[in-house]
Structure formats: structure tokens, C-alpha cells
């Protein structure tokens, strides 16, 4: 596609719930990156494919989150028994290869009620 | 890991007016990207530029990687420039460590 393109947009879980969001990259980018931005912050590194190998997954704050891209392309970010803490908006980025300008999606907002 | 400080965190324009955004790192880096976040929260790239100078339209910027900073310049503000200005550094990993941006309004 043109862009990245992040869906949903926003997402209301419960405390506990687990939740799936998508990103699906611009086609032909072999670089996938996900960032997680707290409000009034910069966005932070969560983790990094090439293709479909997890290369960095260094920034994932717990092991209740969990990312794959098993076809190199579309990717999901998955929250497990969410809590308070994870309300963010999360970024997907994708760059044609390993160095380069990126190009960001419009994010989904998390809200963890 | 890499420090990335910006400055000055907030800054107001009249509309016509020229800026200056700094970046300063602490370590040396072969990836430097400048972003503008608009209003909406959308992250543009503006530049990759881990050395040298480049240009595009209004805005310009200048990477001097031995001394750790970075400049991004703003001619002839509008107020569709309005928004947070990040600068994020790599320093050969894949990732990107973002400073905490510089808040921009350009007012009429």
C-alpha cells in the first residue's frame, strides 16, 4: 500500500484482556519496527523485524507481549492479560531496508480500563 | 544506551519567523532521523541524515557526527508547522532512541 496502515485506530480493553493489534507495512519494506509512546513522551524501541525474523525484541517490557510476522509482511503486536500501565499508542514503522528514513503508521491508542 | 537531549523543549513562532531545533547525542551514530509529530499524532519523517546537510523546501538540516548534534531549520514558519519535532538516533542496532521532542507553535 502507500502507507503503513495500523488497525484499529483506538481499542478500550478491560484489565486482563488480551488484545491483537495490526500493522500492515508498505509493501516491499523489508524493515518492520514497533514503538510504544506514552503521552507527552518520545516513542519507545519494542522490537524489530527483518522479514520475518525477530531480530531485537529487547524492548518488550514483559513477556505478556508478543510480536510475530510469520510471511515477512503484515505484522501483530499481541497484549496478553493487559494492565493499566500498557495504555500507550503503539507505532508500527516499516524502511526498506536496514538503514534509511522510516515510515510511520498512524498508531493505534490503547486504553486499559 | 544513547542519551538524546533536544532543545529548547517549547517554543513559540509568529508566522514568517525562522527556528533552529538542536540534537545533541551522546554517542556516535550511523542513523539520525528528524520527525515531525502533527496534532493529530501522526509521525512524519522529514529527514534521514546521519551526516551533512539537507534541504527540503523550508525546512533544512545538518548532521556534524563528530561533534554529536544535529540542527534542524525552519524558514518562513506556518502555522501548519505547529507540533513536536523529534529527533531519534541509532548507533548500530536497528533501533532508534527518540529525545523527548521540541513542542512548536506558530501562531498568526
Known amino acids: 500500500g502507500a502507507g503503513v496502515s495500523q488497525s484499529p485506530r483506538y481499542k478500550v480493553a478491560k484489565r486482563g484482556q488480551d488484545v491483537a493489534l495490526r500493522c500492515d507495512p508498505i509493501?516491499?519494506?523489508?524493515?518492520l519496527f514497533w514503538y510504544q509512546q506514552a503521552l507527552g513522551q518520545g516513542p519507545e524501541f519494542l522490537t524489530y523485524?527483518?522479514?520475518?525474523?525477530?531480530?531485537?525484541k529487547s524492548g518488550l517490557p514483559s513477556d505478556r507481549f508478543f510480536a510475530e510476522r510469520p510471511e515477512g509482511s503484515v505484522s501483530t503486536l499481541k497484549i496478553q492479560r493487559t494492565q493499566q500501565e500498557d495504555s500507550a499508542v503503539y507505532l508500527c514503522?516499516?524502511?526498506?531496508?536496514?538503514?534509511?528514513?522510516?515510515?510511520f503508521g498512524s498508531g493505534t491508542r490503547l486504553t486499559v480500563v | 544506551g544513547i542519551q538524546v537531549e533536544q532543545s529548547p523543549p517549547d517554543l513559540i513562532l509568529q508566522e514568517g519567523a525562522n527556528s533552529t531545533l538542536r540534537c545533541n547525542f551522546s554517542?556516535?551514530?550511523?542513523?539520525l532521523q528528524w520527525f515531525h509529530q502533527n496534532p493529530w499524532g501522526q509521525l512524519i519523517n522529514l529527514f534521514y541524515?546521519?551526516?551533512g546537510t539537507k534541504q527540503n523546501g523550508r525546512l533544512s538540516a545538518t548532521t556534524v557526527a563528530t561533534e554529536r548534534y544535529s540542527l534542524l531549520y525552519i524558514s518562513s514558519s506556518q502555522t501548519t508547522d505547529s507540533g513536536v519535532y523529534f529527533c531519534?538516533?541509532?548507533?548500530?542496532?536497528?533501533?532508534?532512541?527518540f529525545g523527548t521532542g521540541t513542542q512548536l507553535k506558530v501562531e498568526l
Open positions: 554517542d556516535s551514530v550511523n542513523n
Open positions: 541524515i546521519p551526516s
Open positions: 514503522a516499516s524502511s526498506l531496508g536496514t538503514g534509511g528514513g522510516y515510515t
Open positions: 509493501s516491499g519494506h523489508v524493515s
Open positions: 523485524f527483518q522479514n520475518e525474523a525477530q531480530l531485537d
Open positions: 531519534a538516533v541509532g548507533g548500530g542496532g536497528n533501533k532508534l532512541t
